[in-house]
Structure formats: C-alpha cells, structure tokens
C-alpha cells in the first residue's frame, strides 16, 4: 500500500480512492450545468425539461463505456490524447485531440466563472462580474497548487452541499405538488412546432451538464487500483447524476411556467421562492455558488494534468511539464491554463460557452470512441474493462447527433481556438527539431 501512495520524483502521487473518484466525477458533473441553465434548457424544450436530461445522460453513458475500458487499460495521465496516440500513431492527431480537451476545459472553466459571477452571487452582493470572475479563478488554481489530495478532500465537502441543494430543490417540489398545486401535465408539453428538433436541441445544453465524466481519464495515474475503482466511480456518478437531474428538471417544470424558468438569472433559487418550503433563497444562493465552484475547481485539475500529460508526450512545451518539488504538483501547467481561463470569461455569455465546450468535447469523443473499436485487438498484461463494440458505435452515431446541432458561430469560436493550438503545436515540434540539430 505504500508503494501506491509514494511517488518517484517527478511523478504524480497514486493517493485517489474510489469514493474520492466518485466524488470528483459526481461534483464535476453536479456544476452548473443544472444550476445555472435549467432555464435555458426550458427555453428551448418547453416543461418537458427531463427528456433532454435523459437523452443526454444516455448519450454520456455511451461514451463513457469507451472511456472506462480505455482508462483502465492504459492509465496515463492525458487521456484522449493517449488514446489516440496509441490507435492512430500520429502525433498531430493525437495532439488535436488532446488540445481539444483543454480548449474545453478552460472554456468550461470560463463558463463556470461567468455563472459564478452572475444571478446567484448578484443575489447576495452586487459585485462586479470581471473582478468576481478574476479572483475565483485566481483561488482555484491556488487550490488546485497546493495538491490534488488537498483539492479532493475539499471537493468532497463541496460536492456533498451541491447535491444537497439539489436534493432540496426536488424536496420543495414534491412539497408544492403536496399542497394541491402544479401542473402535472405541464411535464409532457414540448413548446416548439417540432419536438423531435426541440428535444434534440435542449439535449445539446443538457449534455453540458454531463460533461465533466471526462476528466478523470486525467486522474488515471494517480488513482488506487484504477482497473477495479474507475468504472465503478464513472458509471456510479453518471448514474447518480441523472436520476438527480431530472427530478430537478420536473420539479423545476411542475413549480414554475415555462416562460419565469427561461427569464430567470438564478432558476432554481426562483423554483424553491415559489414552491412556498420556506427555505431561505439567500442560503441556496450560496450553495448554488459551491456548486458552480466545485464544478471549476474540478475541471481546472483536469485542464492542468492534460497539460501536464500532453507536455510529456512532447505535444506542448516542455515546461508545462514540470512538478512543483514539494506539492508534486503540475505547478507551470495550473499557472497556464488559469490564465487563458480569466481571459476567455472576457468573452461570451455561459450558454455561448457550454455550446463551445460540448463541441469541442464531441470531436474528443469521436477520437475516443473510434480509438476504443481500434484497440480491441492490442493486448495488455493487467485486467481492465472491457465493452462491446456495439456501444462505441452507438456512442458515435451519438455524437454525430448532438454535432449537428451546433450554429455556425459555435463553429467559428472553437475552430479558432484549435488554430491557435495549431500554431502552439508547430512551435513546440520546431523547438524540438532545433534541439536535435544543435
């Protein structure tokens, strides 16, 4: 046991458990993509709001299968990228798809920060948003220096009091329902003149709320026993997730008509004011912002290991690659992708950004899931999971699915954030052909 727990110099320390992991996956996922955008999933679907929810929860599922054998069969810190590296044998593939994650995870970081700053927070105090979204990234990757045990020992309290806020919103419901009040049938009316096209579309903001599976493939080398603790902590937070999202969204759906959940700046808070509990709203205000703060924290980890990872792999500059001596943590990468995160919050609004970031991630997971059927026929000495083809396909039909979806300005902002990666990436090959020559 001590040899997991130790680390040789320059590696990251194995000190990751399964309820560790459960947590981390399940408050990556619990953020604000319920909180903060239920409104806007409302806004595009009607009161029907947990068909989305199931939709994408299915859609999630699918994938993450894919990732729960890759994982365990090659636990690396970077993820997709080693996948993809390892199916494909092309660097600057496997870089595009490893850039790809980042670029999501500092735009979902964003995002995150946006929300953190907005209708909850303003509810509390009237601080401006750009101050408010610098110093919270700003004590995020303070945080996520200072050691990943120390920043899953804090999102497991975090991760708690989200999901209790959302276990309260599902409480004031079924308490306003008990009062003789809300509109069953309102849960079945789908508000658009196509409800295939309305709940495909809502399904596109609902799959942001799943999203955050993904960054524990980053976690792989430092988890205890990852073949054993990994599908068990990914299927368990999907599922909890799920089951916990749509009671929110039919709650939300029977308390408050379409038109108040699509207006509202902090629509949960609105749904538990309106159900008559007696909860205070000031008191959710504040979870809701720990929960929005899990989220980043949370994803912020994830974008610095893939950094770390990818620089590694030579992929980026080497300097990302290196650990803080004391903390054994990816100091130069927490510092990097922190800075390009208070950028981005300068802008676009959070649903602009959610609809970035699920682009983004589907291009990683088309790679992902092809890498998956590539490998089923390389070998490797130690048990892992294993999945049947039959999903990576369905998870591809999938992803194809919500790609369709996406506007052309989507297109645009994450096409220029690959461009950019692309000239990253051409420097650091350039850099290290210079090295070989000299």
């Known amino acids: 046991m001590a040899q997991e727990s130790s680390a040789a110099p320059g590696a990251l320390k194995r000190a990751i458990t399964l309820p560790m992991l459960l947590f981390f996956i399940l408050g990556d996922v619990l953020g604000a993509g319920v909180y903060a955008l239920a409104g806007t999933i409302a806004g595009r679907v009607g009161g029907a709001i947990w068909a989305p929810l199931l939709i994408a929860l299915l859609f999630a599922l699918l994938t993450a299968a894919s990732y729960a054998e890759l994982v365990t069969k090659y636990p690396k810190a970077g ?103 809300g509109e069953p049938a309102r849960l079945l009316e789908v508000d658009a003149p196509s409800a295939t096209v309305a709940i495909l579309s809502a399904s596109l903001l609902a799959f942001y709320s799943f ?95 893939l950094a770390y990872g990818m620089a590694r792999q030579g992929l980026l500059p080497a300097v990302l690659g290196r ?36 682009l983004l991630l589907l291009v990683v997971f088309i790679s992902t899931n092809l890498a998956v059927l590539v490998l089923k026929r390389d070998r490797v000495e130690h048990p892992h999971f294993r999945v049947h083809w039959i999903f990576p396909v369905l998870a591809l039909a999938s992803c194809a699915l919500l790609i369709a979806q996406q506007g052309a300005a989507t297109w645009w902002r994450a096409g220029l954030m690959l461009l950019v990666g692309v000239a990253l990436y051409g420097l650091t090959r350039l850099a290290g052909a210079r090295r070989v020559t000299a």
């Not at 995150?112 to 990234?137: E, T």
């Not at 629509?267 to 980043?296: C, E, H, K, Q, Y």
């Open 79 to 181: 993820g997709a990228a080693v996948f993809a590296e390892r199916a494909f044998g092309r660097p600057w593939l496997s870089f595009l798809v490893g850039f790809s994650m980042l670029a999501a995870g500092v735009t979902s970081a964003a995002g995150l920060a946006v929300a953190f700053a907005g209708g909850y927070l303003q509810a509390l105090v009237p601080w401006p948003a750009s101050w408010v979204c610098l110093g919270f990234l700003l004590l995020i990757g303070l945080l996520n220096a200072r050691g990943i045990k120390e920043s899953l020992s804090v999102n497991l309290v975090m991760t708690l009091i989200e999901l209790s806020g959302l276990v309260i919103v599902v409480a004031a419901a079924a308490w306003f329902v008990a009062q003789g009040q």
């Open 323 to 358: 650990v803080l001596p004391r903390r054994q943590t990816p100091g130069i990468a927490i510092l990097a992708t922190t800075a390009v995160a208070i950028a981005l919050t300068f802008t676009s609004t959070l649903d602009v950004l959610a609809e970035t970031v699920v």
């Open 211 to 305: 999203v955050g599976f993904e960054t524990s493939a980053n976690l792989a080398e430092e988890v205890r026993d990852v073949s054993r603790v990994y599908p068990r902590a990914l299927f368990g937070a999907l599922v909890i997730a799920g089951i916990v999202y749509m009671l929110v969204g039919a709650g939300a759906a029977l308390v408050l008509p379409v038109a108040q959940l699509k207006a509202s700046g902090a629509p949960l808070m609105d749904v538990l004011g309106a159900s008559g509990l007696g909860v205070p709203t000031r008191v959710f205000a504040v979870i809701a912002l720990i929960a929005v703060a899990n989220g980043a924290l949370l994803t912020m980890i994830m974008a610095s290991r």
